[in-house]
């Protein structure tokens, strides 16, 4: 008979078996995504909400939290449904002095920087050069402005300093400005949304309006994962990681738009020209100011293969990639320290700032 | 080995070709999805197997969208739009694809082990 020693507790193989069992439990765990989505029209699109840990929020009340408060931008800072933009558009053209309406103003101070800091490129206060393109109704359609009508919208073009604001009150001093901040307020929206999640508890977010994203806080022990979709094809261009806290917002040619005489006419419209811009097809930015990289996308776009790095520099915008509308990639490379292409293709850096050309790669 | 007998050794052996089935499934080059997630503004999530090869209509504030789904992978056939946003993606087939119809309100992802997207950008 062989020799058995005592033991107080279960047999080791008893011991193997379930530390094995906890690695097996512990393996399996990693099925499935570790985040929540949600899914909700706002602020006229798609709001796409990811949540980190899957679980551990109330869906229900983050959903109902967000869209109220989306809905309640929307209707403040829509260009052509009446509310309190157009309101202001009316009392600005009138050319006296009235209160500023708190909603609207943030707006006007972003946009009186972001106008300083582009020359006038980007310029929110030609609503009605963006009218005339028949881009104030809910389904875009033509026919584009005469060249007559371009000529006479063209000739003395407001500016956002065409507005007088002594930090109470605002008066117009141009009789055909018109606000329109379609280049600027989904920042501004994403911004506030993610700043309700924290309110309401949340850590670790994604808050993605009809494309345009920002992050609050990250997961733990990983970027978040975020897929760029490819501008002239199916499926997905690139993937881009994200740290806590940092927005992506493109402008496209792809989005709001109508044909024309077998010619796509498209909603990024160009201050010089009057006319929809050309050359870029697609305007990426990563920035950690949402407002910034939402106008940065609207005016790389505008700029032009030309100009896009030195407005890129203008704006401090060190992360953006651009769609050509050849086709052909270019990007900063502190953008291409993020990106994963996911096809293959020739890319072109160039820096931020003026002369900065280099070889592609 | 003293103090083993035949059942231990059976149960270890179990325990490890157990263990090492899971990793290899959790920890090695991830496979291809599973299921479609449906996700509607205002609707519970709906989930589709991608096992069998069908067409299904997801009825939507702006019309139908048409979804193509296939063994391991789906795509947006069809849906209201004039930007084609839904069908540009493509077929959806690695974990976390997406695709997204703005005018019906909808996200179509794929899932299995390790989603490669948290968010889709467009």
């Known amino acids: 008979m062989n020799p058995r020693r005592p033991s107080s507790g279960p047999p080791a193989v008893l011991r193997l078996a379930l530390v094995l069992l906890l690695l097996f439990l512990n393996a399996c765990g990693r099925e499935g ?31 109902s939290a967000l869209r109220e408060d989306l809905e309640a931008m929307h209707a403040s800072w829509h260009a052509w449904e009446p509310g309190p933009l157009t309101d202001t558009n009316r009392l600005l053209a009138r ?35 963006i009218a005339a393109w028949g881009f104030h109704q809910d389904e875009p359609a033509g026919p584009p402005p005469s060249a007559a009508t371009l000529t ?3 000739a003395d073009p407001p500016r956002i300093a065409d507005i007088d604001y002594d930090g109470e009150r605002l008066r117009g001093t141009h009789p055909a400005l018109q606000l329109d901040f379609g280049g600027l307020a989904k920042g501004l929206a994403v911004a506030r949304s993610l700043e309700l999640l924290a309110e309401l508890g949340v850590e670790h977010a994604i808050v993605n309006a009809g494309g345009d994203l920002m992050t609050l806080g990250q997961p733990a022990g990983r970027p978040w994962r975020i897929g760029v979709r490819d501008p ?33 006419i498209h909603h990024v419209i160009d201050p010089r020209t009057g006319k929809p811009s050309e050359g870029i097809a697609s305007a990426t930015v990563l920035h950690a100011d949402p407002a910034l990289a939402d106008a940065a996308a609207t005016t ?19 992360h ?21 292409f996911r096809r293959d293709l020739e890319y072109r850096l160039r820096e931020p700032g003026p002369d900065t050309d280099r070889e592609p790669r | 080995m003293p103090g083993l007998r035949w059942g231990d050794a059976v149960m270890v052996a179990l325990a490890v070709a157990l263990v090492s089935s899971a990793f290899g499934v959790a920890y090695m080059p991830r496979g291809g999805a599973t299921e479609l997630v449906v996700t509607q503004a205002g609707a519970t999530p709906r989930h589709y197997p991608l096992d069998v090869a069908r067409t ?67």
């Open chain 1, 33 to 63: 995504p570790d985040t929540d989505r949600l899914a909700f029209q706002a602020f006229g699109t798609l709001v796409d909400v990811t949540l980190h840990p899957a679980g551990a929020h109330d869906l229900q009340q983050v959903e």
């Open chain 1, 95 to 129: 050319g006296t002095g009235f209160d500023a309406p708190a909603s609207v103003l943030p707006l006007i101070e972003h946009a009186r920087e972001l106008e300083q800091r582009t020359d006038g490129l980007f310029n929110p206060a030609l609503g009605r050069l």
């Open chain 1, 152 to 154: 006479a919208l063209l």
């Open chain 1, 232 to 264: 002239q094809g199916a499926g997905v261009l690139a993937a881009i990681a994200l740290g806590a806290d940092e927005a992506l917002f493109s402008s496209g040619d792809y989005e709001r738009g109508y044909e024309w005489d077998g010619k796509r």
């Open chain 1, 300 to 318: 790389l776009m505008i700029a032009g293969p030309e100009e896009w790095p030195a407005y890129a520099h203008r704006l401090g915008v060190d």
């Open chain 1, 320 to 340: 953006a990639l651009l769609v050509l509308a050849d086709g052909s990639v270019e990007l900063t490379p502190a953008m291409e320290n993020r990106v994963d």
């Open chain 2, 56 to 122: 299904i209509g997801i009825d939507g504030a702006a019309g139908v969208t048409t979804i193509r789904i296939e063994p391991g992978r789906a795509r947006c056939l069809d849906s209201p739009g004039s930007q084609r946003i839904c069908e540009g993606a493509g077929w959806l087939e690695r974990p976390g694809d997406m695709a997204v119809s703005l005018p019906n309100r909808l996200v179509l992802q794929v899932q299995g082990p390790g989603a490669d997207f948290d968010s889709m950008h467009f």
